[in-house]
């Protein structure tokens, strides 16, 4: 997929400054900025580098200039106070984006383009300078100025006597450690003509993140600058390039730059040209969330930029990653490295690197039972594995959550005389509905929550089934089963409104709210709720929680439904599961659709009709080609939070799979539509275009690909 943004859309800094860009490479490093290069997030760098420690900005951001004919003219752009400076953005004529970052600025007749990639596996960044322009051009040096940051990211830093400002010369560069334990830095170029670096220690002051601000945290920063490094770019032949490369690692680099660049480039092209439709674009979308920590384990961070690695977004985020993206030994490996850390039947939903995992919450360890579903629903071969790597886990959850005791008992956590599940108290938050505001839960749900129970519920009926496969006895039994089923509906069932199930069951009464949790029940493979009620409940969710992009977390009728996700922590906490839309509630919704639908075709089309902003629209508003974590639960459904989810891009890739393989005829029209809507967005808007070019299944050239301005 690629994203070609004109000069309009680049000289509106006031949107510009809100489309964003990320590069990873396997290890949990990124590269990340605004199409402008502008950074707007104390998290935006060029190289931030996942150290045992956590993740670091190392390099926040280059000042480039280009000088020739005795003229300098500077490339970049900062926020400072109440201004943009340098002013590098008004030479930007395009952006483009579709393997790696690409940003064409024009000078006169010369045109200059900045490449930015991450070397997969390695903590390296290249960077590739090319000119284009009518011959004679007078001599041209590229003059870099590096801005580091050298800090934890979710820090700022500011001028300090502390930095060791000391470079150390190389050939073809320099080396700077400006503080203990952390990587040394390593800034080399290649060129066939002159180049030096001159040591000018020196701060760059009170750079600004908007994003920041208006997130309500400290907003400004000092970056160092350890000098100038002039690098001459080869003279211009007819109609050839003139390239320079850099390299900006934690190594020196004495490879070949050129031949790391084509061989980088090849191998993102390879993997872009592989995956076509928009179920390729997620399915390569995920491979960014899939890394090996500096332990060497792997894991699934849970989004870009600022979350870690969690066990419920990674058993959520799992099958579609993995098991249904063509990477299901990476989520072997992350199911196996699970299972080896459950306690009293619970799974870590944070993993130390020191041993002290984080067991707080109550549904990670029934996700984990869903992730082994959607493994062997994708390839039963994979039963045996099961059975060997992740059964003993499966059956210590059960009994784990059944005894109730050590850390199950310390959350409350019970099986009561129903077969219900039980968890939490009033200062615990054990489900995914998590927030908390002045140091009490937003959304108390302690007690029994329904999508708790249809989990329960779920990994029960699937470990008869397991046992059954295995010769082993049931677990729970086909009587404590029924029970369960009768007991559910009896305290969750909601007859007025059309009938709809409570949230959840605390003390003899029951909270009626009206929330997308009810959903699992329908959803799950084992459904808790009788098939008689299970179109109700669907009906509800539609008619109340669905919007163009994603489900609401509570009814907008609801005296506590707040429509707007914005403002500072508290503001924004109290309003993230009372009524902010969640894409990655899309999946499930798919599923319980489906399984009620009389009309496979008409359900699927109503559906992807809805869902039509989300895919055509979304993909370039915030993080370009990705799916934000939240939106406000009113109109226009602004997004927020992280602009890069796990599990937004999982569960949406997972519906779109399984609507392709519902309605296939169905998929394919919506999908050329969609097609069509992204290549040819309105136009006559003066404040510019992105246009989106993707390639179909069985068509060898992009779909109405971009015309060539960003093309250097």
């Not at 393997?99 to 064409?104: E, F």
Request: charged share 20%; proline share 6%.
């Amino acid at each position: 997929m690629r994203f070609s943004f004109d000069k309009a859309a680049c000289q509106n800094t006031r949107r510009a400054l809100r489309k964003e860009w990320l590069l990873t490479n396997g290890l949990g490093d990124y590269a990340s900025s605004t199409i402008l290069c502008c950074n707007t997030r104390k998290y935006h760098g060029l190289l931030t580098v996942n150290t045992p420690y956590g993740r670091h900005v190392l390099l926040s951001a280059l000042e480039e200039s280009i000088m020739g004919g005795g003229k300098e003219f500077t490339l970049s752009t900062r926020q400072h106070p109440g201004t943009l400076y340098p002013h590098g953005h008004d030479y930007l004529e395009a952006f483009r984006l579709d393997q790696w970052p690409q940003c064409v600025y024009r000078v006169g007749d010369v045109r200059l383009c900045r490449e930015i990639q991450l070397v997969r596996g390695e903590s390296l960044l290249l960077m590739r300078f090319s000119v284009r322009g009518p011959t004679p051009v007078p001599p041209l040096t590229l003059r870099l100025r590096p801005l580091l940051a050298y800090r934890n990211f979710h820090k700022l830093t500011h001028a300090n006597p502390d930095l060791r400002a000391e470079t150390t010369p190389l050939s073809d560069g320099f080396s700077i450690t400006p503080y203990e334990g952390l990587p040394t830095l390593y800034i080399q170029c290649q060129t066939s003509q002159k180049h030096s670096f001159a040591p000018r220690p020196d701060w760059c002051r009170n750079v600004e993140y908007l994003e920041e601000r208006e997130r309500g945290f400290p907003y400004s920063e000092d970056l160092f600058m350890p000098g100038v490094l002039d690098v001459g770019m080869p003279p211009l032949a007819n109609g050839a390039e003139s390239c320079v490369y850099l390299a900006v690692g934690t190594r020196h680099c004495e490879q070949d730059l050129h031949q790391m660049w084509d061989a980088a480039s090849h191998e993102r092209t390879k993997a872009y040209k592989a995956n076509v439709g928009l179920t390729g674009h997620l399915r390569q979308v995920g491979r960014q969330f899939c890394i090996e920590s500096p332990a060497g384990r792997p894991e699934v961070l849970a989004g870009y930029h600022w979350f870690d690695a969690w066990g419920r977004d990674t058993l959520i985020s799992l099958p579609g990653l993995t098991f249904h993206a063509g990477r299901t030994d990476f989520g072997l490996r992350v199911l196996a490295e699970m299972g080896r850390h459950v306690e009293d039947g619970l799974i870590p939903n944070m993993l130390s690197p020191q041993g002290d995992h984080a067991y707080n919450s109550v549904d990670a360890a029934l996700w984990y039972a869903f992730a082994l579903q959607s493994c062997l629903e994708v390839d039963a071969g994979h039963l045996a594995w099961v059975r060997e790597n992740a059964w003993p886990a499966l059956k210590a959850v059960i009994s784990g959550y059944r005894a109730g005791e050590g850390r199950a008992r310390q959350l409350d956590i019970h099986v009561d005389a129903e077969g219900l599940l039980h968890a939490g108290n009033a200062h615990t938050q054990l489900t995914w509905m998590d927030a908390q505001a002045n140091n009490a839960p937003v959304t108390p749900r302690q007690g029994c929550p329904v999508e708790i129970n249809a989990l329960w519920y779920n990994t029960l009926a699937f470990a008869d089934q397991l046992a059954a496969r295995f010769g082993e006895e049931p677990l729970a039994g086909d009587m404590v089963l029924r029970q369960m089923r009768t007991a559910f509906f009896q305290r969750f069932w909601v007859y007025g409104g059309g009938g709809y199930l409570g949230d959840v069951w605390q003390n003899g009464k029951l909270d009626a709210s009206v929330r997308p949790n009810q959903i699992f029940a329908v959803s799950l493979p084992h459904p808790v709720l009788a098939e008689d009620y299970q179109a109700q409940v669907v009906e509800c969710v539609r008619n109340k929680l669905l919007t163009p992009y994603g489900l609401r977390t509570l009814a907008p009728d609801d005296l506590h439904y707040k429509g707007r996700y914005d403002g500072g922590p508290t503001s924004r906490d109290a309003a993230y599961h009372q009524g902010t839309v969640w894409p990655w509630l899309l999946g499930h919704y798919a599923d319980a659709l489906l399984r009620t639908a009389w009309d496979v075709d008409g359900a699927a089309m109503a559906l992807l009709d809805t869902l039509t902003p989300l895919y055509c629209d979304h993909i370039s508003q915030a993080g370009l080609g990705s799916i934000s974590e939240v939106f406000d639960g009113s109109p226009p459904y602004k997004p927020n939070g992280c602009i890069a989810q796990a599990w937004s891009v999982a569960e949406c890739l997972r519906l779109l799979l399984r609507l392709q393989k519902a309605a296939p005829a169905v998929y394919e029209r919506w999908q050329k539509l969609a097609a069509h809507r992204m290549a040819h967005p309105v136009i006559g808007d003066t404040a510019g275009v992105c246009r989106v070019s993707m390639a179909l299944e069985g068509c060898k050239k992009q779909h109405a690909c971009a015309p060539d301005a960003a093309q250097p």
